[in-house]
T-cell receptor
Framework: GEQVEQLPSILRVQERSSASINCTYE??????FPWYKQEPGENPKLIID?????ERKQIQGLIVLLDKKAKRFSLHITDTQPADSAMYFC???????????FGSGTKLTVEP | VTLLEQNPRWRLVPRGQAVNLRCILK??????MSWYQQDLQKQLQWLFT????????VKSLPGADYLATRVTDTELRLQVANMSQGRTLYCTC????????????FGEGSKLTVL
């Protein structure tokens, strides 16, 4: 299968600080990298994504960076709020069409 | 707007018994339908992607055996058998045009617990 490594598995930050999650992937043909947020008891929801023709994308307080040479991408949440507390998953597209391979998840806790 | 409807949402499954799950696509503009499992450690894993009515695939993973069927353009089914550990099965859909993997949207999930 396709490996996507995600770190850290647990992340605690203070409210209004930044949180960063890092992922690496194996397949150099991967060209689509989404991030999902999952709250307890809920399904994963797409929050931001980036394609391989970009290096940086920002939607409000979410920033995604992609380094294709290093096969690495990251999510940065600026000005965190307690409502940002959740599980976050990175994913990368694989050789099979419309298939995503997921990292193992990061449990983010934003403390007031 | 809900793109997918999954049922049942929860099911207690006696050990050794199979269970049938159903997923209905509400918007035909997202025809690439898939099943993903999320285990008790929250790991998400792709199982199947079935595009055309009549497509069928089987797979065995640690803790369960699967048979997926694309019944119609709007219905996807999954039979789960020999389950030894609980898990949640998610149906997903995407547009997937132009040779690129499209944005993937998740259904609400079917949470299975082994009795």
């Amino acid at each position: 299968g396709e490996q996507v490594e995600q770190l850290p598995s647990i992340l605690r930050v203070q409210e209004r600080s930044s949180a960063s999650i890092n992922c690496t992937y194996e397949n150099s043909a991967s060209n689509y990298f989404p991030w999902y947020k999952q709250e307890p008891g809920e399904n994963p929801k797409l929050i931001i994504d980036i394609r391989s023709n970009m290096e940086r994308k920002q939607i409000q307080g979410l920033i995604v960076l992609l380094d294709k040479k290093a096969k690495r991408f990251s999510l940065h949440i600026t000005d965190t709020q307690p409502a940002d507390s959740a599980m976050y998953f990175c994913a990368a597209s694989g050789p099979n069409y419309n298939v995503l391979y997921f990292g193992s998840g990061t449990k983010l806790t934003v403390e007031p | 707007v809900t793109l997918l409807e999954q049922n049942p949402r929860w099911r207690l499954v006696p050990r050794g018994q199979a269970v049938n799950l159903r997923c209905i696509l509400k918007n035909s503009q997202y025809p690439w339908m898939s099943w993903y499992q999320q285990d008790l450690q929250k790991q998400l894993q792709w199982l199947f992607t079935l595009r055309s009515p009549g497509d069928k695939e089987v797979k065995s993973l640690p803790g369960a055996d699967y048979l997926a069927t694309r019944v119609t353009d709007t219905e996807l089914r999954l039979q789960v058998a020999n389950m030894s550990q609980g898990r949640t099965l998610y149906c997903t859909c995407s547009v997937g045009t132009g040779g690129h993997t499209g944005q993937l949207y998740f259904g609400e999930g079917s949470k299975l617990t082994v009795l």
